[in-house]
């Protein structure tokens, strides 16, 4: 059974950092077919992908958002996914989840993932 459990997130003021941690059980982030991101949903708002990061070649992605700022990361030996969040701003205010895909490939903000319980990240001016 795999198990997806966030935790790191708080309330900060614009331009300070977070760090949010992502322990996984059930799922090896280190197998060459996993692929782990980063949600985030807003109140009132669609959950959107944030990052993603795909062990079979180490590759990243990013929303067009928080590019420059956010960096995801993975530690084979913990089994958890991070994200280092820097420069934060007010509309980076959300709950943020982590994510894997079911059957092969990266997450999505579709049914096929399995997610954690979310940690809520706010962030004031």
């Known amino acids: 059974q795999v198990q997806l459990a966030e935790s790191g997130g708080g309330s900060v003021q614009a331009g300070g950092s977070l760090r949010l941690s992502c322990a996984v059980r059930?799922?090896?982030?280190?197998?060459?077919?996993?692929?782990m991101g980063w949600f985030r949903q807003a109140p009132e708002k669609e959950r959107e992908g944030v990052a993603t990061?795909?062990?079979?070649?180490?590759?990243?992605t990013y929303a067009d958002s928080v590019k420059g700022r956010f960096t995801i990361s993975k530690d084979n030996a913990k089994n958890t996914l991070y994200l280092q969040m820097n420069s934060l701003k007010p509309e980076d205010t959300a709950m943020y989840y982590c994510?894997?895909?079911?059957?092969?490939?990266?997450?999505?903000?579709?049914?096929?993932?399995?997610w954690g319980q979310g940690t809520q990240v706010t962030v004031s001016s």
């Open positions: 994510a894997a895909r079911k059957s092969l490939g990266c997450p999505t903000t579709g049914p096929d993932n399995y």
């Open positions: 059930g799922y090896t982030v280190s197998s060459i077919y996993s692929c």
């Open positions: 990061i795909d062990s079979g070649d180490d590759s990243t």
